[in-house]
């Protein structure tokens, strides 16, 4: 499967706790993005990478969520001290190069804080 | 910031009739993006216009924009079971070109009675 990938699907923690998504892009994209979608809504951008480079971060991303990805490659995204604000659906998507915005999302992970 | 409406918010169609989506922009739009997605799982990328009055069509589904109207509509043909789910349009974030992330409507969710 050539598709972007996420890992966990699915990820139950308690409040305080501190959480870690991974995702891994279509082998050839440069660019990769992060989206939180809520129950009702559209995805809601929280950041994006142009290889290693973090370009832009939302204000929607507290000091509470940090994300990287070292290698140009697959990227992580950190929350931590979680709150049960943070219960949503994190998905991951990435585009070709800075001239296409055609983005292609993974599956997503679903975030549940008790 | 662009904001995107859409309508309507949800929609019940019996199966092989016709229906059609509309996305509207705040601001003028330099690229629109279509996505379906299924309930709890990621986006699956549909078409892509970028100039005003192009048409695209993939399968039973048309979509058009109007870039005078900042807007864009999604028709579907002769609908069928496989149809159903939700439908989110997407713009780019910002106007300054360059794929630096997409700003969606709250989706239109489309249920096909057989």
């Known amino acids: 499967d050539t598709g972007v990938s996420q890992d966990p699907r699915h990820k139950i923690t308690k409040r305080g706790q501190n959480v870690t998504f991974r995702c891994d892009p279509i082998s050839e994209h440069n660019r990769l993005y992060w989206y939180r979608q809520t129950l009702g809504q559209g995805p809601e951008f929280l950041t994006y990478f142009q290889n290693e480079a973090q370009l832009e971060k939302s204000r929607l991303l507290s000091d509470r969520f940090s994300a990287e990805r070292p290698k140009g490659s697959f990227s992580t995204l950190e929350i931590q001290r979680t709150e049960q604000g943070d219960s949503a659906m994190y998905l991951c998507?990435?585009?070709?190069?800075?001239?296409?915005?055609?983005?292609?999302f993974g599956p997503g992970t679903r975030l549940t804080v008790l | 910031s662009q904001e995107l409406e859409q309508s309507p918010q949800s929609l019940i169609v019996q199966e092989g009739k016709n229906l059609t989506i509309n996305c509207t922009s705040s601001k003028t739009l330099y690229g629109l993006y279509w996505y379906k997605q299924k309930y709890g799982e990621g986006l699956i990328f549909l078409m892509m216009l970028q100039k005003g009055g192009e048409e695209k069509s993939h399968e039973k589904i048309t979509a058009k924009l109007d870039e005078k109207k900042q807007q864009s509509s999604l028709h579907i043909t002769a609908s069928q079971p496989s149809h159903a789910g939700i439908y989110l349009c997407?713009?780019?974030?910002?106007?300054?070109?360059?794929?630096?992330?997409?700003?969606f409507g709250k989706g239109t969710h489309l249920i096909i009675q057989p």
């Open positions: 997407g713009a780019d974030k910002d106007s300054g070109g360059g794929a630096d992330g997409l700003t």
């Open positions: 998507a990435s585009s070709l190069d800075y001239l296409y915005n055609e983005q292609f």
